[in-house]
Structure formats: structure tokens, C-alpha cells
């Protein structure tokens, strides 16, 4: 069973900066497709950021385009999620994400959090006003 574990989460200001970590405890990590979620007291998780195995595809939500960035690093068997500009309402639980991916494309992603087979525990992000 892969475990992902997270890191990088706390308390900041309106307008400030964290850098999410993500590794993953075995591999082959190139093969994964990833993703981040979030999930807001009373609210349903919902998609953050994705990246393609190759690291080449990424697709951000909306709310988080031109903020935030997703990256990985495959041989260090971790993701990253840079979050600029931050808001109150970014203020949730992250989750990281992965998937075996190994017979689709260099491209391919996934936004559906249903598709995805092994999650963190989620790490606390707080954005005080």
C-alpha cells in the first residue's frame, strides 16, 4: 500500500506564501498521475491542481490559476503544491493524491477525486484575514 504524506501546512497571513510537500513511501512514482484537494470545514472536497506523470500536463480549479503551482519530482518521490497570494478562503485541509498511470499517456491527468486511488492524510492550511 503507497502512503503519502504531507507537509507544509500552518498559518499565514492574507497575501502570504506556503509551499506543500507530498512524498510518497514507494514507487514508481514517474508512473503516478497527482493531484491536490481540498476540503473546507462543511464543504465536499474539491480539486486543486493536477500534474501528468511526465510533470509536462497540468491543470489547475479556476479559483486557483496564476496562485498556485503544482510540481514533482520524481526522484525524490515527491509533489509540490506552491501557493502564492492567499486568500481566506483557501483556508481547508490539503490532500494529496495519486494514481498508477503507467499505460496512459505522458499527458494525461485527472481532476475527479473518485478516480484516484491512494490519499494523504492532509495537512491543516490557515489564511488569517
Known amino acids: 500500500q503507497v502512503q503519502l504524506v504531507e507537509s507544509g501546512g500552518g498559518l499565514v497571513q492574507t497575501g502570504g506564501s506556503l509551499r506543500l510537500s507530498c512524498a510518497a513511501s514507494?514507487?514508481?512514482?514517474?508512473?503516478?498521475?497527482l493531484g491536490w484537494f481540498r476540503q473546507a470545514p462543511g464543504k465536499e472536497r474539491e480539486f486543486v491542481a493536477t500534474?501528468?506523470?511526465?510533470?509536462?500536463?497540468?491543470l489547475y480549479a479556476d479559483s486557483m490559476k496564476g496562485r498556485f503551482t503544482i510540481s514533482r519530482d520524481n526522484a525524490k518521490n515527491t509533489v509540490f503544491l506552491q501557493m502564492n497570494s492567499l486568500k481566506p478562503e483557501d483556508t481547508a485541509v490539503y490532500y494529496c493524491?495519486?494514481?498508477?498511470?503507467?499505460?496512459?499517456?505522458?499527458?494525461?491527468?485527472?481532476?475527479?477525486?473518485?478516480?484516484?486511488?491512494?490519499w494523504g492524510q492532509g495537512t491543516q492550511v490557515t489564511v488569517s484575514s
Open positions: 500534474i501528468s506523470r511526465s510533470g509536462l500536463s497540468k
Open positions: 514507494e514507487g514508481p512514482f514517474s508512473t503516478y498521475v
Open positions: 493524491a495519486a494514481k498508477p498511470a503507467e499505460y496512459q499517456s505522458n499527458s494525461y491527468y485527472i481532476t475527479a477525486k473518485n478516480e484516484y486511488y491512494y
